[in-house]
């Protein structure tokens, strides 16, 4: 049997990192405010008992640096490096006769989206959204599968609003679709294994099934089998599966919504899709993801950093990258081998990823997963002239009316070279090996 999610939660169950509440909560007053605290304390978050569902509710699932790399067996630091690693050969998914994902079917009228423990994330939202279902389709002309991320507004009991962004994958193919009058099938699979997630997540070049992506991840074929309502294959290993279709020529309002850099975006005319069936395990886990968490941007921006890491790898001795808290800013950790260098690093990166805005080059020994070690770099070792280099009349993350994202900004904030006995950090006889718990 594959891994899936819950052998993830399990795992992290005994590493003690999951937050288990069995009282009942409400999922508008109480569920989104808990969500956040457990982020606080890099938690993974389960619901037992949700008001008004009988499917228990978990979040938070990558929300720490340390979790991701749990899932990838490595160290924080060689999270992209095995991802870059085990992307390089895909490998083709499986059809199979049957999975656990089959175990309840409900089927045209005995569909109620209503059932599932949806959650309002943010104050001004709409209304309630599915936020971790990775949307599978297929290509009319070619018959290849698409499998991306969209939000999904709850809009009744079979109806979900859908963004699909027009010139994105899933746009291009729904298109295609609506452009010769037909409706485009898809399949919604919820409570994935976080390798199907993370495949859903990047950008690829259009025509590659992302399962081959979740295959080279997992380091064999994910297992699929066939939907009942329509003519695609799911993920065997799905807590949870919506069958439907996304209606040709019906637009209707969505939104708005708290996305992924925080702020709303204005509600818009988008697509429906119209349920036709849902299938589930038994005892099945609804998830869902905190748009802009620190578990969102991690799904967003790791085959980005891997985009970036195999773009400077080259330039400079990288020790370790990492984008937060968003995916417009970069700290990358370099064994500096010339003055200059850092600018090269980070005119590499920012030719790597385009919404990139702000780079951060460190020493190696800046923690490039904390922020305010990154900020203590700055303020300490960065020589703003000429460590600066200000890019003006570029282009970045397309959504920008203000033009916030036409210029970027790169620092060097790597000590002066041959300099080291004047920078070496301090450090304490056996720091991180005492546990003030045995002294208490
Ligand atoms: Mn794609």
Redesign the pocket.
Known sequence: MLADMRSVVEQFKRLDRVLSIKREVDPVDEIPSLMREAEKRAKIILFEKVKGSAFPLINNLLGSMDLLAEVFQTKREGVVREWVARVREPVEPRITDWGPVKEVLRRGEDVDLRDLPVVTHALKDAGPYITAGIVIAKDPDTGIR???VHRMQLKGKNNLGIRIVPN???GRIQDKYEKSGKDMEVAVAIGNHPFETLAAA?????????FTISGALRREPVDLVKCDTVDLEVPVTAEIVLEGKVLAGVREKEGPFGDFMQFYVPPMDNHVLRVTAMTHRHDAIYQTIQSGSVEDIHCLALSREAKIYEAVRNTGEIQALHMAPTLFNCAIAIRKRFEGEPRDVATEAFRAYSWLKHCVVVDHDVDVFDPKDVLWALATRAKFHPGLLLIKDTTGFPRDPFHLHASKLAIDATAPMNQWGEFERKTVRNAGVMRLEDYL
């Open positions: 698409n499998v991306s994105q994958h899933l990047t950008s690829l070049s259009f025509g590659i099934d992302e």
